[in-house]
């Protein structure tokens, strides 16, 4: 990306001068205009971004000094060069007192304005990388609330947060995506919801999914709001997505994210697309069976490995029997509900490739004949039976193919955090020792030398391509230590990470 440049001179053979005989490119920079006056110039800027503005301090009318001040108040992000001759030094000294990052001496020499880009280029790099930084740390702030690891204080991290607000968990529907695609159909629906409002936070729940946050001020706002997406956005079309109640600001977050995602596995249990919303279903959510929710996870890892996945039965039979203070109706509801969520739990770990659809509803259908809890129980084990059969008879790995390509799309997006084998195991409902052994076979490389490749390649592209220093790169990456960064880094290419950068920056490639 360039960094677009405006010249601020009443003389035109200044602008012209500096326009077209400075390498602006080559510095990575571009002249988007000039301007002969003020006004000339805050023209520009209000039809296109400016990063660095060269002005001349005397000028007809309102002078450098006078768009310095206009800039500090409405462009504060803008850096501003002075343009000064000898006699004007006492004017540039109030310049940079009011903020201008540097000034110029009249006739400027193309010298000085190389090296001054190339310090604004560093500098506008950094605060890139800084911003970027500071992204990725609000992001992981957002989601490990939402997701009930934490409590966010969006006070102390100042973090705009709508005071009212509705949630979409959404998914892609196609699972077969190229990481490219992926990543462009994100940008693409973030850019669709900030048009329609530029305070929605957008997080990037998994692989496949976003949670999106929407301020909203009533409920028919954004009913207007999912209105306008499906009928003048045709990439709405190509997500599934789940929408909570109205919520009210961060610390509703988690429950949020629940609701939104309880809508979200319905639509996936049934293989179905389009929206719905939690209050629809709502009803089904409104007896919990603790002991059989607190199961889902475990019963998920256990049967996506063949190893253990008969353990599936007597791990269910237990749970069945733990709770025995609930109604036939609300038995029944947490029943009912605990098979819609895990069938689609299944859907997405399963890539679509798997239609659970047809036995869902032929148990659902038996299970709302039974007249008492035992009978109830019983239709419960024998849909797992099937399931269970069912797995063994399909391809052993079916289960794990897709899973292994996403999370090598999330090791590769998430890199910088502290990924493990069992945080991967855990948010992918996988039993640790089975991803272990799929990932080794599916990519040839174990999880840990597969975490590495991605990280050295990346310390690789910064060391080539900034001027970083190894302890900021260090943090970008996801170590801790520089030191052991560097050993890892030396294992990895031969050299040390100060070797490696002096030689690609001379322009020899490794």
Same mark, same amino acid.
């Given at each position: 990306?360039?960094?677009?440049?405006?010249?601020?001179?009443?003389?035109?053979?200044?602008?012209?001068?500096?326009?077209?005989?400075?390498?602006?490119?080559?510095?990575?920079?571009?002249?988007?205009?000039?301007?002969?006056?003020?006004?000339?110039?805050?023209?520009?800027?209000?039809?296109?971004?400016?990063?660095?503005?060269?002005?001349?301090?005397?000028?007809?009318?309102?002078?450098?000094?006078?768009?310095?001040?206009?800039?500090?108040?409405?462009?504060?992000?803008?850096?501003?060069?002075?343009?000064?001759?000898?006699?004007?030094?006492?004017?540039?000294?109030?310049?940079?007192?009011?903020?201008?990052?540097?000034?110029?001496?009249?006739?400027?020499?193309?010298?000085?304005?190389?090296?001054?880009?190339?310090?604004?280029?560093?500098?506008?790099?950094?605060?890139?990388?800084?911003?970027?930084?500071?992204?990725?740390?609000?992001?992981?702030?957002?989601?490990?609330?939402?997701?009930?690891?934490?409590?966010?204080?969006?006070?102390?991290?100042?973090?705009?947060?709508?005071?009212?607000?509705?949630?979409?968990?959404?998914?892609?529907?196609?699972?077969?995506?190229?990481?490219?695609?992926?990543?462009?159909?994100?940008?693409?629906?973030?850019?669709?919801?900030?048009?329609?409002?530029?305070?929605?936070?957008?997080?990037?729940?998994?692989?496949?999914?976003?949670?999106?946050?929407?301020?909203?001020?009533?409920?028919?706002?954004?009913?207007?709001?999912?209105?306008?997406?499906?009928?003048?956005?045709?990439?709405?079309?190509?997500?599934?997505?789940?929408?909570?109640?109205?919520?009210?600001?961060?610390?509703?977050?988690?429950?949020?994210?629940?609701?939104?995602?309880?809508?979200?596995?319905?639509?996936?249990?049934?293989?179905?697309?389009?929206?719905?919303?939690?209050?629809?279903?709502?009803?089904?959510?409104?007896?919990?069976?603790?002991?059989?929710?607190?199961?889902?996870?475990?019963?998920?890892?256990?049967?996506?490995?063949?190893?253990?996945?008969?353990?599936?039965?007597?791990?269910?039979?237990?749970?069945?029997?733990?709770?025995?203070?609930?109604?036939?109706?609300?038995?029944?509801?947490?029943?009912?509900?605990?098979?819609?969520?895990?069938?689609?739990?299944?859907?997405?770990?399963?890539?679509?490739?798997?239609?659970?659809?047809?036995?869902?509803?032929?148990?659902?259908?038996?299970?709302?004949?039974?007249?008492?809890?035992?009978?109830?129980?019983?239709?419960?084990?024998?849909?797992?039976?099937?399931?269970?059969?069912?797995?063994?008879?399909?391809?052993?790995?079916?289960?794990?193919?897709?899973?292994?390509?996403?999370?090598?799309?999330?090791?590769?997006?998430?890199?910088?955090?502290?990924?493990?084998?069992?945080?991967?195991?855990?948010?992918?409902?996988?039993? #640790?020792? /089975? +991803? !272990?052994?799929? @990932? %080794?076979?599916? =990519? &040839?490389?174990?999880?840990? *030398? $597969?975490?590495?490749?991605?990280?050295?390649?990346?310390?690789?592209?910064?060391?080539?391509?900034?001027?970083?220093?190894?302890?900021?790169?260090?943090?970008?990456?996801?170590?801790?230590? #520089?030191? /052991? +960064? !560097?050993?890892? @880094? %030396?294992?990895? =290419? &031969?050299?040390?990470?100060? *070797? $490696?950068?002096?030689?690609?920056?001379?322009?020899?490639?490794?």
């Amino acid at each position: 990306m360039l960094y677009q440049t405006l010249i601020v001179d009443d003389e035109e053979i200044v602008c012209r001068g500096l326009a077209r005989f400075v390498n602006w490119k080559e510095q990575g920079f571009e002249v988007a205009g000039t301007a002969c006056s003020v006004e000339a110039a805050l023209a520009v800027m209000q039809q296109v971004h400016i990063d660095v503005v060269f002005m001349d301090i005397r000028m007809p009318g309102k002078t450098g000094l006078d768009l310095l001040k206009i800039l500090q108040k409405e462009y504060p992000e803008v850096k501003s060069v002075i343009l000064s001759g000898h006699s004007e030094f006492s004017y540039a000294q109030e310049a940079i007192r009011r903020g201008a990052v540097d000034y110029l001496t009249k006739p400027v020499s193309l010298s000085q304005i190389t090296s001054l880009l190339a310090r604004l280029y560093e500098e506008f790099e950094q605060q890139k990388q800084a911003i970027h930084i500071h992204a990725n740390r609000m992001q992981a702030l957002l989601l490990s609330a939402a997701k009930g690891y934490s409590q966010i204080d969006t006070e102390k991290y100042m973090m705009p947060f709508p005071k009212s607000w509705c949630g979409l968990s959404m998914s892609l529907t196609d699972r077969t995506l190229s990481e490219e695609d992926i990543l462009q159909k994100k940008s693409m629906i973030q850019e669709k919801f900030l048009q329609l409002s530029p305070d929605t936070i957008v997080l990037d729940d998994e692989v496949f999914s976003l949670f999106v946050v929407v301020p909203c001020e009533t409920e028919s706002a954004f009913d207007s709001m999912i209105t306008i997406l499906e009928q003048f956005c045709p990439e709405f079309s190509e997500w599934t997505c789940g929408v909570c109640e109205m919520k009210k600001g961060a610390a509703m977050l988690h429950e949020g994210w629940k609701e939104a995602g309880h809508a979200l596995r319905y639509l996936l249990a049934g293989n179905k697309k389009g929206v719905i919303y939690y209050k629809k279903i709502e009803s089904l959510f409104g007896h919990d069976s603790l002991a059989m929710q607190e199961l889902l996870p475990d019963l998920l890892k256990q049967l996506s490995d063949p190893e253990t996945r008969s353990g599936t039965l007597p791990l269910m039979e237990r749970a069945l029997t733990l709770d025995k203070t609930q109604t036939v109706i609300q038995y029944q509801t947490s029943c009912i509900r605990f098979l819609i969520e895990l069938n689609g739990y299944l859907q997405g770990i399963t890539s679509g490739k798997m239609d659970f659809h047809k036995s869902l509803n032929k148990s659902l259908g038996n299970l709302l004949l039974c007249q008492d809890c035992q009978s109830t129980a019983e239709c419960i084990l024998e849909y797992l039976r099937w399931l269970v059969e069912f797995l063994d008879q399909s391809d052993a790995q079916q289960f794990g193919k897709g899973t292994i390509y996403e999370i090598q799309l999330f090791i590769r997006r998430h890199y910088g955090e502290n990924i493990t084998l069992n945080s991967l195991a855990e948010q992918f409902f996988l039993h #640790p020792n /089975y +991803l !272990s052994r799929l @990932f %080794k076979e599916k =990519t &040839g490389k174990n999880f840990i *030398e $597969y975490l590495t490749q991605v990280r050295m390649e990346k310390v690789k592209e910064l060391l080539s391509s900034s001027n970083l220093k190894i302890i900021d790169i260090c943090a970008i990456v996801g170590y801790d230590n #520089p030191r /052991y +960064l !560097s050993k890892v @880094f %030396k294992q990895y =290419t &031969g050299m040390t990470p100060r *070797e $490696y950068g002096e030689k690609t920056k001379h322009g020899l490639n490794f």
